[in-house]
């Protein structure tokens, strides 16, 4: 059991507190949030996660999870402390370190015996040599910065955190590594490994993972792009790929681009960390620009359909999240694309299941929400899909075209197979997929 202090109470930082709970130890998270704090004393999970709700009230109720807004009461018995801090892009592209080091100062003022202060956050390379100096202006007694990067998917974030493929600690620092080392233990018994390594080459391994996989992703929707002019069908070509090994099957999905909190942000901080050093990334600044593009791809196919008049149309749109089993609407497509469509006179009515409340905060009364999938469908010209919630992909597809007032689908997610829509009698189109059936 050991004693940890997580300071910021966002996404990583409750579920890496809640998890580190669940697994037996003394958890005290701070934020200076006092009224989420509050909420969260009376076990109110402050974020949609699937299955985090669970953990936090089991390990509430059993006293290894805990609250406070007050920084020296968290770290004062903490051997770790972890700092899951916000790290924003500035108006630059570069990572905002203010709030770390803010944080990493006042840690230097407070502590008065050893600890480990670990970079949960993901940070530019360097990161941790600039807390440990701002911790060191201050400090009066021992104490080791280590890098641990997450690499948690929103939606899959309780099964990434208790079963990682991997654990990286950038730490040289003996005493520290088995400080790390015993309380990952328990996560890795399948045989996963802990990744021991110098704290830059940690800070730079998560920054690299996430610009590789949107570089995978965007590379297969320009393949997708290019099918479509050539008549070949993505599917067909992602499963012809991804059965070599040495590709693989994941993240080889093509759609109306990626967003979220992670890659559009970590792929252009690396970006920018490569110019600070007079290097430039070439590829994954294609990538930046292929993505803005690939989000607006549908747009264009609305308008053919329309003849360049979507003025009063009425569209339906599932799905708001930048992707399913989340709330999170950051760098969504869907918002891009409605942006478009409102632009152009037309209306707007959504559904998603959990995304709604945060999407009537950014957008007001601008569109309509429906409380379900089919509701939101109502006499629609046009259905729109941006994001591959499971509830969509079986509907009934006679009430579905019942309902609407058009058979019409523009699918950014390639939820069904063009047999069907053609059985169904649905005019459909969807990402890469040129060849077109013969009715
Ligand atoms: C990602 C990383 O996977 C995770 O390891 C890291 O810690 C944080 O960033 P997340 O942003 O939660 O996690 O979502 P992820 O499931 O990776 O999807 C990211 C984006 O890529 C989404 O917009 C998704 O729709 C898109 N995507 C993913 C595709 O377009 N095609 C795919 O094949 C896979």
Known sequence: MKKIAVVGTGYVGLVTGTCFAETGNQVI???IDTKKVERMRNGEVPIYEPHLDVLFERNIKANRLRFTTDLQEGIKDAEI???????????????????????????????????VIVDKSTVPVGTAEKVHATIAQNATCDFDVVSNPEFLREGFAVDDFMKPDRVVIGTQSDRAKKVMGELYQPFVRQGNPILFMDEKSAELTKYAANSFLATKITFMNEIANFCELVGADVDKVRIGIGSDDRIGKR???????YGGSCFPKDVQALVKSGKEENFEFQILTAVMKVNEEQKTVLFPKMQNFFRGNLSGKKIAVWGLAFKPDTDDIREAPSLYMIKELLK????????????????????????????????????????????????FRNPDFDQVGAVMRDKVIFDGRNLFDMETMNK??????????GIKSDN
């Not at 993240?251 to 681009?257: D, M, R, T």
């Not at 409340?357 to 429906?370: R, T, W």
């Not at 169904?424 to 997929?433: E, N």
């Open 81 to 115: 402390i972890f700092l899951a801090l916000p790290t924003p892009p500035g108006e630059d592209g570069s990572a905002d370190l203010s709030y770390i080091l803010g944080v990493s100062e006042q840690i230097g003022k407070l502590i008065t015996d050893y600890k």
């Open 344 to 391: 152009a006179g037309a209306s707007v009515t959504a559904y998603d299941p959990e995304a709604m409340p945060n999407v009537k905060q950014l957008l007001g009364e601008s569109i309509q929400f429906a409380t379900n999938e089919y509701e939101a469908l109502h006499d629609a010209d046009a259905l729109l899909i941006c994001t591959e919630w499971s509830v």
């Open 251 to 257: 993240f080889l999905f093509p759609g109306i681009g």
């Open 424 to 433: 169904h009698g649905f005019y459909y189109q969807s990402i890469g997929r």
């Open 29 to 31: 998270c701070v934020d």
